[in-house]
């Protein structure tokens, strides 16, 4: 992505990522116990402010999994299409995103509920939010997409065309849209929106002027 990390305040303005880019994860049968992977097109994992505006991506992500075994330890993954995870304060306003998201795990004879995750955050715009986040006049056009047999270990999952999850502070939606379809195939334990996967938040949530038109 454009920024790994953002512990500052930031923000980015009229930014765009090209139709043809792609951004690839794999994960291998090295991952150590509960690493956390935080994947996104433009910042990985935000700890402090930050505003995204008149921005547009056309960017695909592709995670994997390869030589997984029975040894293999659980992980956690956030992964969005503009944002993979945020403990600070988020702003994003009049950005869209038109790539695919597509999480592969290969089934095999060797580990038949391969690749075990303990926390799994995916969506369009945002993997993860932990704070205020406030999104308007913002679409999600693309499609997430799951394959292969993924098992939630002691954790949760949550998927969504907008947020994936939502844990602390108010979240607004207002005037977004998502067109993507979501597409599960063989995952367990999962809370799925067209908009927002899951909110456990102590704080509002406010969703006004906005339209699912995915499956």
Not at 140 to 149: D, E, P, Q, V
Not at 177 to 199: F, K, P, Q, R, W
Request: hydrophobic share 30%; charged share 15%; with cysteine.
């Amino acid at each position: 992505g454009i920024v790994g990390r953002n512990t500052g305040s930031t923000k980015l303005d009229t930014v765009t990522i090209l139709e043809g880019s792609k951004l690839t994860y794999n994960r291998g049968s090295d991952q150590l116990p509960f690493e956390k992977a935080y994947i996104s097109n433009f910042v990985g994992y935000s700890t402090g402010s930050l505003n995204i505006d008149d921005c547009v991506c056309y960017g695909d992500i592709v995670v994997s999994a390869s030589n997984m075994t029975r040894e293999s330890k659980d992980a956690d993954l956030y992964c969005g299409g503009l944002i993979g995870a945020s403990t600070g304060s988020l702003d994003i306003d009049y950005t869209c995103h038109y790539g695919d998201i597509t999480i592969t795990q290969p089934t095999s004879t060797d580990n038949p509920h391969n690749d075990n995750y303990q926390y799994l955050h995916v969506g369009g715009i945002i993997g993860k939010s932990s704070a205020a986040c406030n999104i308007y006049r913002s679409i999600y056009s693309g499609a997430i997409k799951m394959t292969g047999s993924l098992w939630i270990r002691d954790g949760d999952a949550a998927i969504g065309g907008i947020v994936g999850k939502h844990t602390s502070g108010a979240l607004t939606v207002n005037g977004c849209n998502n067109y993507a379809d979501i597409d599960l195939s063989e995952t367990h334990y999962m809370c799925v929106g067209g908009l927002v996967g899951s909110s456990d938040t102590s704080g509002n949530l406010n969703v006004r002027g906005c339209t699912n038109w995915g499956q």
